[in-house]
T-cell receptor, first 110, second 111 residues
Framework: RKEVEQDPGPFNVPEGATVAFNCTYS??????FFWYRQDCRKEPKLLMS???SGNEDGRFTAQLNRASQYISLLIRDSKLSDSATYLC???????????FGSGTQLTVLP | GAGVSQSPSNKVTEKGKDVELRCDPI?????LYWYRQRLGQGLEFLIY????????KSGLPSDRFSAERTGESVSTLTIQRTQQEDSAVYLC?????????FGPGTRLTVL
């Protein structure tokens, strides 16, 4: 089993739709969780950290479920500019080293 | 205020040749990572440097791959006797807390 798993998609959604991605992780000792965004042929950039209590940043909401060992990202009112690959990242136990999922591709259609 | 920089941005080489990729992390960042990303794939961890500690080399795919870092500065990733399957984007990242900042990558093509 991979340490971090994501549904690769692609997710094709119309503008304005709400879309959610899940990411499961295998290391129960993981403490830090992140969502990164990667545009085509660009480097990944941090979208948001994921906190235990869940957190929201504008149209984006991140949730953590420790019992089931997954994190989620919800995008509301999706925009064309949200089209990208979304990578989840989980730290390896107490280490700062991150393990990345393989990414979920999102295309928002006009 | 520069971010992580990498050079070269593109490298085309012939099978069997050695290549050296360079990463300049953000000044003051103690941790440095190398990843490989094949076309349409996720990030594959290669190696991790943290200060003066022994690097975590657990992700290096073969003994043809090696990396060095002097202190908390520049790192070089060397691939010896390149193979076609080495073709990928090689990404470097550095961080001081939890967020990793990525460089633009080096796109390596092995013919």
């Amino acid at each position: 089993r991979k340490e971090v798993e994501q549904d690769p998609g692609p997710f094709n959604v119309p503008e304005g739709a709400t879309v959610a991605f899940n990411c499961t992780y295998s290391n129960s000792a993981s403490q830090s969780f992140f969502w990164y965004r990667q545009d085509c042929r660009k480097e990944p950039k941090l979208l948001m950290s994921v906190y235990s209590s869940g957190n929201e940043d504008g149209r984006f909401t991140a949730q953590l479920n420790r019992a089931s060992q997954y994190i989620s990202l919800l995008i509301r009112d999706s925009k064309l500019s949200d089209s990208a690959t979304y990578l989840c990242a989980v730290n390896r136990g107490s280490a700062r080293q991150l393990t990345f999922g393989s990414g979920t591709q999102l295309t928002v259609l006009p | 205020g520069a971010g992580v920089s990498q050079s070269p941005s593109n490298k085309v080489t012939e099978k069997g040749k050695d290549v050296e990729l360079r990463c300049d992390p953000i000044s003051g960042h103690t941790a440095l990572y190398w990843y490989r990303q094949r076309l349409g794939q996720g990030l594959e961890f290669l190696i991790y440097f943290q200060g003066n500690s022994a690097p975590d080399k657990s992700g290096l795919p073969s003994d043809r791959f090696s990396a060095e870092r002097t202190g908390e500065s520049v790192s070089t990733l060397t691939i010896q006797r390149t193979q076609q399957e080495d073709s990928a984007v090689y990404l470097c990242a550095s961080n001081a807390a939890n967020e990793q900042f990525f460089g633009p990558g080096t796109r390596l093509t092995v013919l």
